[in-house]
């Protein structure tokens, strides 16, 4: 029997978690769904992440409220992906903050990517009609930006890390208390997505370079919280470890001449013992393999996923 397509039956709710990491600084966790975040400065806040749609932002909004009743300021988007961004409006924020690829992708598959996300996960598109259109970045940077958060609270310093989940990926670095923001370049026991990924970066300078704050709590893109430099690196190897999997098992089949089917099916057989418990595993496998044999045929920035295209890939590998 077919598997159901992508997260098209995943329609039960997930249990969400407000922490409160450090004196103003918050996370929100929801058993494998999108994390997001906030960050108080003096008299401002920071929010990290959109979800899906206004509808679903302001109920985080809401939570949220029951902390703080500071202005939205910033509004810090890690990566494009329709599912992390067009929520944006519930947000009302003076400053809407990405790295300049994150502005190139919305531009050239920003309406693409939003047909395909709907279409893989249904749910987290919560009153899908409050969506006023593509969110666009106000202010865009290359390699740091710096946000004076006031008073004795020190900085939040937004930093690229190199080409990973995405080409724009960035993470927040909350500096006082050691508190990584770092979107989906770690996932803690979350399945990764990893369809227009450049693996080879991620997997090697990228996560290094998100290893090297040395952070003391680290909220990945999925999964829950992880506190403790101990826990921290765990995660971070363990969103390596995955890539290093699907990079070793996809090229060894492309170097013989294999075939796609035969590259998902050794890489479904090596991840599967250990991660293949973990949240949308079998949701993201299939584009994720087609991504790492993009690689291998040369194709170094990533096809654009289709609603159509979506589909072709599902019904090829994931039977």
């Known amino acids: 029997m077919a598997k159901p397509f992508a997260s098209s039956a995943d329609l039960g709710e997930k249990t969400r ?33 959109a979800l899906a749609t206004p509808a679903a ?32 409006a519930a947000y009302d924020a003076e400053i809407i903050v990405a790295h300049e690829n994150t502005k190139r992708l919305i531009d050239e598959r920003g309406q693409e ?16 009609e409050t969506i006023p259109g593509l969110t666009h970045p106000t202010e865009t940077f290359s ?17 690229y890390c190199g080409r990973g989940h995405t080409a724009g990926d ?11 923001f770092a979107g989906d370049l770690v996932e803690a026991e979350a399945a990764l997505y990893t369809g227009d990924a450049f693996h080879h970066d991620w997997s090697g300078a990228t996560l290094d370079a998100v290893k090297a704050f040395e952070a003391e709590a680290l909220i990945g893109g999925r999964g829950g919280v992880t506190h403790g ?14 890539i290093a999997i699907m990079l ?13 089917k035969e590259a998902f099916e050794a890489t479904h057989a090596a991840l599967a013992p250990t991660y293949g418990h973990w949240p949308i595993f079998e949701h993201c496998l299939p584009f994720d393999v087609q991504r790492v044999w993009d690689e291998y045929e ?4 990533p096809r654009i996923w289709t609603a159509e295209r979506d589909r072709e890939v599902w019904d090829q590998l994931q039977d």
Request: hydrophobic share 40%; aromatic share 10%.
């Open 17 to 49: 978690t407000l922490e409160v990491l450090a004196d103003g600084v918050y996370a929100l966790t929801a058993e494998g769904d999108p994390n997001i975040g906030a960050i108080e400065g003096e008299d401002f806040l920071v929010c990290f992440e």
């Open 57 to 88: 932002a302001k109920g985080w909004l809401d939570e949220l409220r029951t902390h703080t009743a500071k202005p939205v300021k910033y509004l810090v988007l890690s990566h494009y992906h329709a599912v992390r961004v067009l929520g944006a």
């Open 113 to 128: 990517d939003w047909d395909s996300e709907y279409g893989r996960m249904p749910r987290l598109f919560a009153h899908p």
């Open 143 to 159: 390699d740091t930006y710096r946000i004076a958060l006031g008073g004795d609270r020190g900085d939040l310093v937004l930093a």
């Open 170 to 180: 960035i993470v927040a670095w909350v500096e006082k208390p050691r508190i990584l």
């Open 229 to 242: 430099r101990e826990q921290v690196d765990a995660a971070i190897e363990q969103t390596r470890d995955f």
């Open 248 to 260: 070793r098992e996809v090229g060894a089949v492309h170097e013989r001449g294999g075939t796609l």
């Open 298 to 301: 040369g194709i170094d920035w």
